[in-house]
């Protein structure tokens, strides 16, 4: 997000002789990954006020993106805000500054960071990082400086990749889990370097982190309910040949629910149905999302051939013996060459839509012998793709799936940077996952809303806020998107007090009352954590 920088220079202006040259407005823009703690936002920010002040520059404002890897720009809002703002040309500034190359990006495809930079300069913007000497003048060379600075950053974090997914291998190997949930039936258990259990008769807690770095995590038999209910579906396959959205709809009629605490579909079924791990096997490399798979800026997922996998055979206690698992395996196998062909995909898509008269997700989900709606995306690259091969043509605009995607990117990086923030100050911070919801110092709830911005006729901006009435927290942050819906407008930090209803329509303007909530970050917000802090030590 882009903070405006408070008047820290004013001073400094006043006291400057009237033959002194005026001061060149820049921006600064800082980036925080979670493998590069040391390099801080608050130590990223003083080296380039130093600079800054050395060199004759004003900072005007900042852009942050804390959390974020270098490597993925649609990850990183503040970045992609600057940008846009840039190409525009409503850039009020002169130069941005960063740290060193690697702050500006660790770029993965050669051509991605010079092109940025090529954006910049098209507005006669420069890029200066502040670890290199500054030349007032900018030299031919700089531009290919820049560009081996940013070369040299991509390969230490694919480099650093490598490393990592060797190390994660070899743990594996081991017995040793690497990152990600339990899964239903099972539970993680911290162990030190000797194998011994850290905490005694006590599983991990969801998203719960290791206590020490040394120490690992192994896998254990869950909940003896759970176990039970993972051996029910294998026998339902087995002996009753039932399909896995039959048993979704089943679990969810008896009310049990899967590990996140969400209704069963098709698809988690099929996953504990397919997974090694309920034969007691710890397999890694299934998947791969690494750098590599980037396709047109975007990190694509790809399922590895088995012969990639790695396995450590009998790692922990299984709940399904070899055969039984085998067995299921060769059921599913023999649906999925029956039902998975294209052709045959589409006649039962298209004897749906005969029936049905309008297609959707949850109609090819509920269907009985139909392949999940997950198949046909695999097999056609979308549901509107295969729509319209059996001649269904939806009469929505289904752009704003993808709008949806990024919003949901959104609200986790926001979340995390809210989180984060106040945890920085030492104040305990209580996250309840199941409804994203924090607890700050047993004192106050927040909750965290992302309105899309909308547009009518009149070409005027509106937002529909839906508040969670059932949480009930006593603020909500409400985050509005710009009209390009990539980049944050402002925020409205909102008190069940003043609001309590369940819809609010939001307007470019809205009069004092309402306006007076919003604000242009959550400073706001965090300055509020600080004062209760104060407030109880007073106390």
């Not at 990223?44 to 050395?54: G, S």
């Not at 969810?252 to 397919?274: H, M, Q, Y």
């Not at 049905?356 to 997950?374: D, H, V, Y």
């Not at 009209?483 to 329509?505: A, G, S």
Request: charged share 25%; hydrophobic share 35%; with cysteine.
């Amino acid at each position: 997000m882009a903070t405006n920088v408070s008047d820290n220079f004013s001073e400094s202006l006043l006291s400057t002789s009237v033959l002194s040259p005026p001061l060149i407005p820049v921006v600064a823009y800082l980036r925080m990954s979670t493998e590069m703690q040391d390099c801080s936002i608050e130590h990223q920010r003083a080296y380039i006020q130093r600079f800054a002040a050395k060199n004759g520059f004003v900072i005007i404002r900042e852009y942050i993106d804390e959390a974020c890897t270098g490597t993925a720009v649609e990850y990183r809002p503040s970045f992609q805000q600057m940008v846009a703002e840039i190409e525009a040309g409503n850039a009020d500034f002169e130069a941005v500054l960063v740290y060193d190359m690697s702050r500006f990006g660790r770029f993965q495809i050669e051509t991605e960071g010079p092109y940025y930079q090529h954006k910049l300069r098209m507005q006669q913007i420069r890029l200066i990082q502040c670890t290199k000497e500054y030349r007032p003048k900018e030299a031919a060379y700089d531009g290919l400086i820049n560009y081996l600075e940013m070369i040299d950053a991509g390969r230490f974090s694919s480099d650093l990749s490598r490393r990592v997914s060797e190390s994660q291998k070899r743990f594996i190997s081991l017995g040793f889990k690497q990152g990600g949930v339990a899964g239903f039936g099972l539970r993680r258990v911290q162990v030190d370097g000797q194998g011994k259990q850290r905490h005694e008769g006590k599983f991990m807690e969801r998203r719960q982190r290791k206590d020490y770095p040394t120490d690992r995590v192994v896998l254990a038999l869950g909940p003896a309910e759970q176990i039970e209910w993972v051996r029910w579906m294998y026998n339902q396959v087995f002996e009753h040949k039932k399909h896995q959205a039959d048993i979704a709809a089943e679990l969810n009629a008896k009310g049990i629910r899967s590990d996140s605490g969400r209704p069963w579909t098709a698809d988690t079924v099929l996953e504990i149905l397919t997974n090694e791990k309920y034969i007691g096997n710890l397999v890694y490399n299934r998947v791969s999302s690494g750098l590599e798979q980037r396709v047109k800026g975007k990190v694509k997922s790809v399922r590895n051939p088995p012969e990639q996998w790695v396995r450590c055979p009998k790692a922990f206690p299984a709940i399904i013996d070899d055969t039984l698992f085998e067995q299921v395996q060769g059921i599913l196998k023999s649906r999925s060459r029956k039902l998975w062909q294209k052709d045959e995909m589409l006649a039962k898509l298209r004897e749906l839509y005969r029936n049905k008269g309008i297609l959707s997700g949850l109609l090819i989900e509920e269907a009985i012998g139909l392949p999940p709606q997950s198949a046909y995306r695999r097999q056609f690259g979308s549901l509107t793709r295969a729509y319209l091969l059996v001649g269904f043509t939806p009469n929505r605009d289904y752009s704003y799936l993808e709008i949806n995607k990024h919003l949901r990117r959104m609200f986790s990086t926001v979340w995390q940077t809210v989180k984060n923030t106040i945890t920085g100050y030492g104040i305990d911070v209580v996250e309840d996952t199941a409804c994203d919801l924090l607890t700050i110092n047993d004192e106050f709830t927040v909750s965290l809303i992302i309105a899309r911005c909308q547009q009518h006729d009149s070409d005027r901006c509106h937002w529909l806020l839906r508040f969670d009435t059932g949480l009930r927290p006593d603020y909500t942050v409400a985050v509005r998107m710009n009209q390009d819906n990539e980049t944050i407008r402002d925020y409205y930090i909102l008190p069940i007090t003043d609001v309590n209803f369940q819809r609010l329509h939001l307007a470019e303007h809205n009069g004092a009352l309402l306006d007076s909530y919003r604000c242009d970050s959550l400073d706001r917000l965090f300055d509020a954590t600080r004062n209760v802090t104060l407030t109880q030590e007073a106390a």
